[in-house]
């Protein structure tokens, strides 16, 4: 049987100030960092690595093929966050922190070296597929470690608000990935580009090491592990099992719902910052360099908006504010994808920028709400495990199915249907866990 366990006070003795902003510094740049490498796989997955990597007569074939490869990230997601999850609830969440950076890095900075099929053949896209399963494995036990090392610190009442500077590394992440993917274009030549330059981007990929260090020699680890650690020290005298089968035993609902309540954001956020840009410039023809300066942009207001639907959360509740947000996008689906079909710069920014803006609501209060949905003795197992299933369900496949539909359908409208469904599904399992709370 499922019950959710409540959100927990801070029982440990709380951290001065300083090491609050520092610890809190040091979770976003980790998550900035981790984001970047893993988005500039999506941006070279739309634009370059079907070409090199997946050679096939039909251009739509080797986009899926790539697009494919950047699924098989999401899919080791869970993995991620499984080990890392179990290992962090029991020895910390800073070791499992500084492990997944150190991943990260090294896959990043592999997939940039990564020699094409032309040159190694069939043993390129394999090696591929396996940096990429990499780095779906870092990501996945990175979100967990940041999130809880963040909140954990947080002061009582603004958990929200510090979950926020986490998330916000989706964003600086986006932003960073398309400037250097801009830039990289921009000092090269088109040719230069598809030899060279689209390899820049993942050999910046390699500074997330020093960050690793960083946090492993300067960052403490969380007061509220500290206390959990009593727990489980007798949670394992009395033989009750790990973290791991305690949330599959008695809170695999809760999991589940968590999961089903943030796939649409998933999906919808891949689906505009991968499947929109292949779709744009292979479609619609419009400028690959336009369309990732629009991306760019709509990227930077999140930076305002996450923070500030976070600081809303903490006053006004964490499901009124998500529950907000998952409707907006059920509302924006439709409108979103007639803009963008205009072929208009101008009206793909605003259809995006009105997207956004929902997923920032969404997006803000969720690190908050997912780490309040478990005790700290099994938070890092059930956040995590929530939210890459998400991952999974939602943005994993997104630009991969989104590239089926509008080839099956011929309409971009079957995409939109498709964001509808996942709204409604978010939307009913926020209503259970708002329905549990009030419960409780």
Known sequence: MDTAPSAQPLTAATPAAPNRRRVATAAALASAVEWYDYFVFGIAAALILGDLYFPAGSPTAGVLAAFATFAVGFLARPLGGIVAGHLGDRRGRKPMLVLALTLMGVATTGIGLLPTYETIGVAAPVLLVALRVAQGVAVGAQWGGAMLLATEYAPEGKRGVYGSVVQLGVPIGV?????????????????????????????????????????????????????????????EKSEQGSPLRTILRDHLGTVLLAGGSFAVNTATFYILITGVLDYTTRELGMSRGAVLTVSLCVSLTQLVLIPASAALSDRVGRIRIYALGAAGIALWAVPLFLLIDTGSLLWLAVGTFVASCFLSIMYGPQAALFAELFTPEMRYTGASLGYQIAAVGGGGLAPFVMVLLLEAADTSMAVSGYIVVLALIALGSIKVLADRARSR
């Open 175 to 235: 932003v960073t990935a398309n400037t250097v993917f801009l830039l990289a274009g921009a000092l090269t030549s088109e040719p230069a580009f598809k030899a060279w330059g689209w390899r820049l981007p993942f050999l910046v990929g390699v500074l997330v090491l020093g960050l690793a260090w960083y946090i492993h020699t300067r960052v403490e680890e969380t007061p509220e592990f500290r206390e959990a650690e009593k727990a489980l020290a007798e949670r």
